[in-house]
């Protein structure tokens, strides 16, 4: 895995730790900002960063950007005022280039939110193609990226609710009504979201995979255990009038074929800190 060049569109929350991972097991890593500010810091911490925006046509040095072995595209979906087909142009101008590239290896990195709520465990084939999707926009940029799979390595990862650190689920519910406490949860932590990703790059595993912590605690345990340990105001948990929809994701897929170790198998033991980023 030592000495492959590894670019990042999307040095965020979650890209910039897998920088940092890369760039400590001995690879050459790159990465992109949305603004100039972001990127002199990123280049004065160490890491080489560009300015790229998709809008959605790219705006910035791509060419720099594909100048590598793996291409790693962390582009959280806007849509909103941007409208559903916003990411999956985005998408399709950044494939465009890829095409013509040498990029040997993509991932794209993508959610379990394209599973609908179908009250069972779920796994990668329930959702192949957009009319089978709770976001069909999504799974059409899925499409655009897999499509290059005819003349270089793709893998799609479908990530969980990314938390961890920062990300503290107690802050976002304190003080608010829950209906959907007795649901699971299909969180990823951020440190097994990076290690997942290095697993990836490392052994070039093509196809589509999910990416969540095995165990699905319900919401209510997280929520309250959160509440406690931060201090934040319990949510109120009422019980509606009918089940609330759920669906558990499998990780079975990628276990299976990488052989990974969880950091943190349970949402219920994840590792949060205040002030982190």
């Not at 209906?179 to 951020?190: A, K």
Request: with cysteine; hydrophobic share 40%; charged share 15%.
């Amino acid at each position: 895995m030592a000495d492959t060049t590894v670019s990042i569109i999307g040095l965020g929350w979650l890209g910039l730790p897998l920088a940092k991972q890369l760039q400590l097991t001995g690879n050459k890593v790159k990465g992109s900002a949305t603004s100039s500010g972001k990127v002199f810091d990123l280049n004065q911490a160490g890491i080489e960063a560009y300015q790229l925006q998709l809008n959605p046509a790219p705006v910035g040095d791509l060419n720099s950007l594909l100048d590598a072995d793996t291409l790693v595209i962390n582009v959280p979906p806007k849509a909103g005022k941007f409208g559903e087909g916003f990411h999956p142009q985005q998408i399709q101008q950044l494939t465009e280039a890829i095409n013509v590239s040498d990029i040997k290896h993509i991932i794209y990195v993508s959610s379990t939110s394209v599973y609908p709520e179908l009250n069972r465990v779920v796994v990668e084939d329930d959702v192949t193609t957009p009319g089978q999707s709770a976001a069909p926009a999504l799974v059409q940029a899925e499409h655009l990226v897999l499509a290059l799979a005819q003349k270089k390595a793709v893998t799609v990862l479908r990530c969980g609710g990314l938390m961890g650190y920062d990300r503290i689920p107690g802050k976002y519910i304190a003080g608010k009504t829950i209906s959907s406490g007795d649901v699971p949860v299909n969180y990823l932590h951020q440190d097994d979201a990076v290690g997942i990703l290095l697993t990836l790059i490392q052994q070039r595993l093509e196809g589509v995979f999910n990416a969540v912590a095995p165990e699905h605690p319900l919401r209510r345990d997280i929520y309250q255990k959160s509440c406690a340990d931060f201090d934040y105001q319990l949510p109120t948990f009422e019980q509606p009038d009918h089940p609330v929809p759920y669906k558990v994701v499998s990780v079975e897929k990628l276990l299976q074929v990488t052989q990974y170790t969880f950091s943190y198998p349970d949402p219920l033991q994840f590792f949060y800190q205040l002030g982190t980023k």
